[in-house]
């Protein structure tokens, strides 16, 4: 299969399990719903009945919002003008490039996160390597089945990553971007530079996330208890189907891009009030149930190809149909050996 098919093929998979998308959806929404509480309580706090709170009403009041992130600590500070609309993709994209640290309450929730999507996933890619409705039961069974194992591969892709953005950012962005631009005048030549140090680095991240992608994949698919033996057989695929795993994840890629781009376009700037406001919400929260399935394309399309290349057909199929035996049957087995004849 080639990775366009594969693409389409997920496509296939994930619009076939729609409960799957809404699960995810709401899980992420459960999971943000105390902190979107304890904001709310923050924002009445400080507005109180004031003349503020009535102009907050009716629209952005930019003087009371500069004078809250003035006094703002904890969950408080993510409460900035980049998080309407738009800006808050770029905000994220900047934060993830200049490997910026999170708030401490957002780091805990992104861990809660990060803990229910590795239990969740187990099930997920099951679902989707099988093809076919594998019910609640079936779908948490397989879930309980390969939590510990995407646990231990997880601790493994934690320091991966720790290392990149501990070590491999700093390099690229102090220590080789200090060296390349000390002599440089023009900033426009200190800004290309950049840009490829922030190629070379998304490069870098491309090809662990591949890795590590498989490796889940494999884990499942092939029932396999190791993280490490995982991980290698995660590595051995990418290796040898290089250029099919490549392009489907520039094809999945793509279909973020052209997300992100739809969403810029549709977005608006500062929402108002009445039903501009609430547009605005649902715009947005229209956008995430989008990256949403685009993250489980990136799943289903990454086993397709997985299966079409190892062929692991027998794991996708549907249990065998027996048609029942009439209820003449049922008496000549039961009967005894002198019966029958």
């Known amino acids: 299969m080639a990775a366009t098919s594969a693409f389409r093929d997920g496509i296939r998979r994930v619009n076939g399990a729609p409960a799957v998308l809404l699960g995810m959806f709401a899980v ?3 999971v943000a719903l105390p902190l979107s509480f304890a904001l709310r309580g923050m924002l009445a706090a400080h507005l109180g009945p004031s003349l503020a709170a009535g102009t907050a009403l009716s629209g952005t009041n930019y003087a009371w919002w500069q004078e809250f992130s003035a006094q703002a600590s904890g969950l408080a500070t993510t409460f900035v003008p980049s998080i309407i609309g738009f800006g808050a993709v770029l905000d994220n994209l900047s934060a993830l490039l200049d490997n910026l640290p999170l708030a401490t309450t957002i780091a805990g929730a992104t861990a809660a996160w990060l803990v229910i999507w590795s239990f969740l996933s187990g099930g997920v890619l099951d679902r989707y ?14 879930c309980g089945v390969h939590f510990w194992r995407f646990v231990r591969l997880g601790v493994i892709a934690w320091l991966a990553y720790a290392f990149l953005f501990g070590y491999v950012h700093r390099w690229i962005f102090t220590g ?3 060296w390349l631009t000390r002599d440089v005048t023009v900033e426009r030549t200190a800004f290309l530079i950049r840009l ?8 870098l991240l491309v090809l662990c996330t ?3 992608d498989y490796a889940r994949v494999r884990t499942v698919v092939e029932d396999r208890r190791s993280a490490i033996g995982a991980l290698a057989a995660g590595m051995r ?3 040898r189907n290089a250029g099919a795993a490549l392009t489907l994840y520039a094809l999945n890629a793509a279909a973020f891009l ?4 739809l969403y810029a376009l549709a977005s608006p700037g500062t929402p108002g009030a009445g039903w501009a406001m609430w547009l605005a919400l649902g715009l947005g929260e229209v956008y995430i149930l989008a990256r949403h399935y685009l993250k489980l394309l990136f799943y289903a399309s990454e086993t397709s190809l997985f299966q079409s290349r190892l062929a692991h057909a027998a794991y996708t199929a549907a249990p065998a149909v027996e048609w029942p035996d009439s209820p003449a049957a049922e008496s000549i087995a039961s009967a005894g050996p002198a019966a029958r004849f």
């Open 176 to 178: 080789a971007f200090g």
């Open 237 to 239: 695929f990418a290796w």
């Open 196 to 203: 490829g140090g922030y190629a070379l680095f998304g490069v």
């Open 28 to 30: 992420t929404l459960l």
């Open 210 to 212: 591949i890795v590590f």
């Open 129 to 142: 390597a099988r093809q076919r409705a594998t019910r609640a039961h079936g779908f948490f069974a397989a």
């Open 258 to 261: 052209v997300l992100v781009l």
